[in-house]
């Protein structure tokens, strides 16, 4: 229990506060987020907070889940787990200011608790992308990690890496297809692909865990692998194929006026003599050993410092709130290039961000207090 926090100006540990943990949602990153919650749910510091689980299915629908009960995991073979649609609902109050969960159960409107702060633990399109977070903005309800624009920003794929450049940050070549220029002539845009390098990776702009993501390594298969990003997102994103090492960073938010945190750089080594090209789902989530996460990774010393520089430097661009883990490829010849940032990363059991917490000095319940402190010490609206 703490009764101060950095800066001396909030008292986040005077009375016990209630957290809604919100998790699922409708993007392809579903599961993710599902086993992600179960391991924030089992760190909340009960003594300092009541917790509300809010489940959203796959088809949108807000549900009470018992927080003493979820459990999803991945298993190699297992169906993807998921939310279950229940036989309550819930909405925010539309009473200004009330920050009340109203449950819808047999027709009958009850209060499910009036919530201090949010934890989204969700992934992806209408979750990670700001439509949520604006949400929690029209509810005044605060809401921990990214605000509106940062979040909306940082799933899309192309709009972050034009923030990135303009803060001088590498990034590597790319083009976008939107969905009117695919449908009126996929050959003509096809052909401004023609100057980037093989081999290419073919994204939809707003989706993660890898998912919809090919990679290409000649022009025959392009048309197609465009096509498998339209599942995901109308809009697509090819990039050339960047050689280095993968590197993260996690970032945090410092309380009041402190500095931005950063964690030790981790290394992501995917085992490409197995049957993965790249760090794709199942490398990410289902076989465990496709991918080997080291932390701290054995880098100069001085490549260490820069790559938590560029971090700090990738999260105050986008103007983050709160965290956000931040991905580089390390050339051969020593530069950084950056992926991509993740305003919500993952926080699954095997998850890089709180890896590299842990291996800086923050375990994984103090990181989701320190998430909620934040959460609780910023102002709503306009900051
Ligand atoms: N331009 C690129 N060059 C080389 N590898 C890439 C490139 N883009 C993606 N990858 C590989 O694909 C993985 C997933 O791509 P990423 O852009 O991080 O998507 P997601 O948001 O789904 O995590 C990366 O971790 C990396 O292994
Ligand atoms: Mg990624």
């Given at each position: ?251 945090l ?109 923050i375990?994984?319940?103090s990181l989701i207090s320190e998430l909620l402190d934040l ?9």
């Amino acid at each position: 229990m703490t009764n101060t926090s950095e800066t001396g100006t909030v008292d986040t540990g005077a009375a016990k506060k209630t957290v809604a943990v919100f998790f699922g949602g409708v993007s392809s990153e579903h599961s993710v987020s599902c086993v992600s919650a179960v391991s924030v749910l089992r760190a909340i510091d009960r003594e300092r907070f009541d917790v509300i689980a809010v489940g959203i299915t796959r088809d949108g629908q807000w549900t009470l889940v018992d927080p003493q009960s979820v459990d999803y995991r991945f298993a190699p073979d297992a169906p993807l787990p998921e939310v279950a649609a229940g036989e309550s609902l819930v909405a925010f109050s539309p009473e200004a200011g009330s920050r009340e969960l109203l449950e819808l159960r047999d027709g009958q409107y009850r209060s499910a608790g009036v919530v201090d702060v949010v934890l989204p633990i969700i992934h992806g399109p209408f979750g990670e992308d700001g439509t949520l977070q604006g949400l929690f903005e029209l509810a005044g309800v605060p809401y921990a990690g990214a605000g509106v624009f940062a979040s909306a920003a940082g799933m899309d794929k192309e709009f972050m890496k034009l923030v990135f450049r303009h803060a001088g940050l590498q990034v590597g070549p790319f083009e976008v297809i939107g969905d009117r220029e695919w449908r009126r002539d996929a050959d003509a845009a096809l052909a401004r692909l023609d100057g980037l390098d093989y081999p290419l990776f073919v994204k939809p702009a707003r989706a993660g865990s890898s998912q919809g993501i090919t990679r290409v390594d000649s022009p025959e298969g392009l048309r197609e692998a465009v096509e498998t990003a339209r599942e995901h997102d109308l809009k697509v994103i090819v990039e050339q194929g960047i050689v280095g090492r993968e590197i993260e960073v996690a970032v945090l938010q410092g309380r009041g006026t402190n500095a931005t945190r950063v964690s030790l750089p981790g290394e992501i080594a995917v085992d490409e003599a197995g049957s993965h090209s790249f760090y794709d789902f199942t490398a990410k989530y289902i076989e465990n050993d496709a991918a080997q996460l080291s932390c701290p990774a054995v880098m100069p010393e001085e490549a260490v410092e820069e790559v938590r520089r560029l971090g700090v430097t990738a999260f105050e661009a986008l103007d983050g709130e709160g965290l956000s883990r931040v991905d580089f490829f390390y050339t051969p010849d020593g530069r950084f290039v950056i992926n991509e940032i993740n305003t919500m990363p993952g926080f699954t059991p095997i998850s890089m961000y709180p890896a590299l917490w842990s291996k800086s000095g923050i375990d994984y319940p103090s990181l989701i207090s320190e998430l909620l402190d934040l959460a609780l010490e910023r102002p709503l609206g306009l900051r």
